[in-house]
């Protein structure tokens, strides 16, 4: 074969095996990785084919084959021997080079565009670890008697960990911040110390923030806006606020977003999904709370507060829903001047309510606050499925006349209707006083996991119940029932612990305003005047449960006649089915696989006989033949037993990410 023909079989060789190789296996392996299995396999066709004719290579690709019979050899060989070792490649590169699940791959084809900007981003994650490990040696964190579970119960161990977080700054303080709500997760003593967490972030200058604004709003500032304080009033770890007015005069209050923070969250982003996945796959502690998890669902609210044009929509629809709360109001928001990187917004003449002094000063009682916030969040809640899911102090504001103010919708909850009837179905629970019909309620708002032990679950439960004399439910008791879900492994939907972290923040909130409010007392009685229509008294909730099932007691009694005169006539059959639904498709597929390994494996055997009978014969045609089918059957049932091998091997790896 000559130069040209070489480099033409070589690259059609390359081509159909990269590509075909990932389809039959099952395997991504992308342009690349599938350019080097082919490569792999070709060389190793070639060398083979060298040790069968007993020729060396010549220079390049060409070989040096005489006549018609051994380039049909050299050929098959080639792609008998190259497609057997390209397959094994194939798998060995998916294993090694395969991106977990949950991390999106992102666009590449500006990246050639910027080597430099996109090396720096490459190797930032890296040099912000060794930062970020560095503090931690420092610190002495990197103890071994921090790796047991028992260390999150730890003092010491929460103090460190704020440190660190402190001493690293950027993102991760946000992080920390976040983490500290996940009392459902985290021990009260980490997250008590991770809410001391204060972002004392830098102030970006007026150039900065000028560009941004710039590039973000359809005009230039001096023609928006008719003055522009660039001090600003707060900086914190994604935005600061400047204080402005508009061209009508109107006073505004404009969130800016900091220039490149979107790098800065995927970097840390990174180094904290680097971290705890090695953390887990180590460290006790770390798999006891399930650290990456926990690290995706942090990296997932810090990229959300990143949109203002979601912050805009939320706060334009909590205006609009609860414009009839007495005492409670929200912020206007400017649609025509916010974007994704700024948000612009009705000052607010107030002070916070973490200021003692403010609430003192106000014409409106703090026992009258309290009972305002408490009324506006339930309605907020049972009402319009739309709720402030971070009400904290800092977060409001009271102004000279008594009103609250809410802000920040960086973080917001939605109650859908499958949320909404599990607490209703506690509420029924509740209010006959029935922990069996608890546990049922319990399990479905779950997933009706079969393997918790239901005596065990029903005792805790009944204990719960004597607590609340049949007096419905109210917050204070989603918490408690949500307490013992998480000490029996049931995991609720992600809508009722984001409720339940809400109902603890506000209780809190309610202790600074009022600290003798009684949070269960007044939020049941608020429950059972204004939110009848969402839970209502017991009896209302029993009759409307009755209701609910009457089709179904009204057929009864025909259906039980049926089945009495077919058992009298002897004509009642029972047919099961063994396998159904997930069951059935999981045998199948093990069926399958049994199938595919049975029929590759005695594929083998029957090629290796028939080449062992090609080997035995005289007659040349007929040993040609045998040996064609010989050769093709292995490579066939090899390619069975290789895509059971992948299968095999990804499935692991799945579970273990």
Not at 294 to 306: C, H, R, S, T
Not at 517 to 542: C, K, W, Y
Request: charged share 25%; hydrophobic share 50%; proline share 4%.
């Amino acid at each position: 074969m000559n130069v040209a023909l070489s480099i033409v079989v070589l690259l059609l060789f390359v081509f159909l095996v990269g590509k075909l190789c990932g389809r039959i296996l099952g395997v991504r392996l992308g342009r690349w990785r599938g350019f080097l299995v082919g490569i792999i396999g070709w060389l190793v066709g070639v060398a083979a084919t060298v040790v069968v004719l007993g020729h060396k290579a010549g220079d390049g690709w060409e070989l040096t084959i005489k006549g018609l019979d051994q380039t049909l050899i050299a050929i098959g060989v080639i792609l008998f021997v190259g497609v057997l070792a390209a397959m094994p490649t194939a798998i060995v590169l998916d294993v090694l080079t395969r991106r977990p699940i949950s991390v999106k791959p992102r666009r590449r084809r500006r990246r050639f565009l910027r080597p430099i900007r996109t090396a720096k981003a490459a190797l930032a994650p890296y040099s912000r670890l060794r930062e970020v490990a560095g503090n931690a040696r420092r610190a002495n964190l990197l103890q071994l008697r921090y790796a047991s579970a028992s260390a999150l119960q730890s003092p010491d161990f929460a103090v460190k960990i704020r440190s660190v977080l402190e001493e690293s700054g950027g993102m991760l303080v946000k992080f920390g911040q976040i983490a500290s709500t996940r009392t459902d997760i985290l021990p009260d003593t980490l997250t008590d110390e991770l809410a001391k967490l204060r972002a004392d972030a830098r102030r970006v200058d007026e150039t900065g923030v000028r560009g941004v604004l710039e590039a973000e709003l359809p005009a230039h500032v001096d023609e928006l806006f008719g003055s522009f304080e660039w001090t600003p009033l707060a900086a914190a770890s994604i935005g600061q606020t400047h204080r402005a007015t508009l061209t009508n005069g109107e006073r505004v209050v404009v969130k800016v977003q900091r220039p490149g923070i979107d790098e800065v969250i995927a970097r840390d982003a990174a180094v904290l999904r680097l971290v705890a996945r090695q953390l887990e796959r180590r460290v006790e502690a770390a798999r006891a709370i399930g650290l990456r998890a926990l690290a995706e669902e942090l990296i997932a609210g810090v990229e959300k507060e990143l949109d203002y044009v979601h912050e805009a929509v939320v706060g334009m629809k909590l205006r609009e829903q609860r414009a009839h709360d007495v005492g409670i109001a929200v912020p206007g928001v400017h649609p025509s001047l916010s974007t994704g990187r700024v948000l612009v917004m009705d000052e607010v003449p107030g002070r916070s309510t973490a200021d003692a002094a403010a609430l003192d000063e106000s014409p409106v009682a703090r026992p009258e606050l309290a009972r305002r916030l408490l009324s506006s969040f339930l309605g907020q809640v049972l009402q319009d499925g739309l709720y402030h899911a971070d009400p904290h102090p800092g977060n409001m504001m009271i102004d000279s006349a008594g009103t609250i103010w809410l802000l920040d919708f960086g973080s917001v909850g939605r109650l859908d209707p499958i949320a909404l009837e599990g607490l209703r179905g506690i509420a029924i629970g509740v209010a006959a006083q029935d922990a069996g019909v608890l546990v049922r309620a319990v399990r479905d708002l779950a997933g009706g996991d079969g393997l918790t032990d239901l005596r065990a679950l029903e005792t805790d439960l009944a204990g719960q119940l004597a607590h609340a004399n049949g007096s419905g439910i109210d917050p204070a008791m989603i918490t408690q029932v949500l307490a013992i879900m998480d000490r029996h492994d049931l995991r609720p939907p992600a809508t009722i612990t984001l409720l339940a972290r809400a109902l603890l923040t506000i209780e809190g909130t309610l202790k600074i305003i009022d600290p003798a409010f009684d949070l269960a007392t007044t939020s049941q009685e608020m429950v059972n005047q204004d939110h009848r229509g969402a839970f209502g008294t017991p009896q209302e909730i029993l009759q409307r449960e009755v209701l609910r099932v009457l089709p179904s007691l009204r057929t009864l009694p025909d259906h039980a006649e049926t089945i009495a005169s077919q058992l009298r006539l002897g004509r009642l059959s029972v047919r099961t089915e063994r396998f159904a639904g997930r069951d059935r498709e999981v045998v199948e597929d093990w069926i399958d696989r049994i199938a595919l390994v049975a029929i590759g494996g005695f594929g083998v055997i029957a090629a290796a006989i028939v080449l062992f009978a090609a080997s035995m014969t005289s007659n040349r045609d007929l040993e040609v033949t045998l040996r064609i089918l010989g050769f093709g059957g292995l490579l066939l049932c090899s390619v069975l037993l290789m895509r059971v091998a992948a299968g095999a091997l990804r499935r692991n790896l799945i579970r273990r990410d």
